[in-house]
Antibody
Framework: QITLKESGPALVKPTQTLTLTCTFS??????????VAWLRQPPGESLEWLAI???????RYTPSLRSRLTITKDTSRDQVVLTMTNVDPVDTGTYFC??????????WGPGILVTVSS | IQLTQSPSFLSASVGDRVTITCRAS??????LAWYHQKPGKAPSLLIY???SLHNGVSSRFSASGSATEFTLKISNLQPEDSGTYYC?????????FGGGTKVEIK
C-alpha cells in the first residue's frame, strides 16, 4: 500500500532555510502519472497547497511562495524534498506531503509540525 | 480560484443527514475533491472528480455538482464523522482549498 512520511526540523530560526523530506513507499515517482505534492496548514487554519512534482520532473508552485520554494525528487531513495528559503514565523504550521492523482491528493503523510521562532 | 464553504460550523445528531456546500469563484467543471480531517491528523480523501467515492469510503458520503456549485452530503451521521471537511479545486494551479466546515456531533 502507499505510505508517505515527512521528516525535517521541528524548529527553525527566522531567515533560515527549511528542508523537508518526504519518504514514500508503495509507488514509484518515475511511473507515468505519478506525482507528489507538498501542502501546509497553519495552526487552526485551512490547508494551503505549496508545490507538486511529476514523474517527468515537471514542477508547479504556488505563486505567492514561488521565489522561496524548490521541490526535487530523488528516485533512488524514493524521496521528494521541499526547500523553503528565508522562513518567517508566519511559515509556522504542519507540513504534509501527499501522493497525487489527476484530481486529488489520495494518500497523505501524517504531517510534521514546523515552528519558526528565534 | 477561490472556494467558499458553507456553513463554517454545523452541529447535528447521530443519524442526521447533513449537507455542506462549496462554491467556486469561477467554473471548475468537476475538478473538485472533498477531504475529512480529524484534529491532529492528516486530511483523508473522501470524494474526487466532484462525485466519485474514494476507495474504502463509506457510502453514507455522497457528493454532486459542477461548474461553481458543489455539495457534500453525509447520511446517517456517525460519531466518527466529526471533524472538519474541506473542498479543493484541482482545475488550475495554484490548487486551492475552501475554508472548511467543522462538524460537531451533538
Amino acid at each position: 500500500q502507499i505510505t508517505l512520511k515527512e521528516s525535517g526540523p521541528a524548529l527553525v530560526k527566522p531567515t533560515q532555510t527549511l528542508t523537508l523530506t518526504c519518504t514514500f513507499s508503495g509507488f514509484s515517482v518515475t511511473t507515468t502519472g505519478a506525482a507528489v505534492a507538498w501542502l501546509r496548514q497553519p495552526p487552526g487554519e485551512s490547508l494551503e497547497w505549496l508545490a507538486i512534482i511529476y514523474w517527468n520532473d515537471d514542477k508547479r508552485y504556488t505563486p505567492s511562495l514561488r521565489s522561496r520554494l524548490t521541490i526535487t525528487k530523488d528516485t533512488s531513495r524514493d524521496q521528494v524534498v521541499l526547500t523553503m528559503t528565508n522562513v518567517d514565523p508566519v511559515d509556522t504550521g504542519t507540513y504534509f506531503c501527499a501522493h497525487s492523482g489527476v484530481s486529488s491528493h489520495d494518500y497523505w503523510g501524517p504531517g510534521i509540525l514546523v515552528t519558526v521562532s528565534s | 480560484i477561490q472556494l467558499t464553504q458553507s456553513p463554517s460550523f454545523l452541529s447535528a445528531s447521530v443519524g442526521d443527514r447533513v449537507t455542506i456546500t462549496c462554491r467556486a469563484s469561477q467554473g471548475i467543471n468537476t475538478y473538485l475533491a472533498w477531504y475529512h480531517q480529524k484534529p491532529g491528523k492528516a486530511p483523508s480523501l473522501l470524494i474526487y472528480a466532484a462525485s466519485s467515492l474514494h476507495n474504502g469510503v463509506s457510502s453514507r458520503f455522497s457528493a454532486s455538482g459542477s461548474a461553481t456549485e458543489f455539495t457534500l452530503k453525509i447520511s446517517n451521521l456517525q460519531p466518527e464523522d466529526s471533524g472538519t471537511y474541506y473542498c479543493q479545486q484541482t482545475k488550475s494551479f495554484p490548487l486551492t482549498f475552501g475554508g472548511g466546515t467543522k462538524v460537531e456531533i451533538k
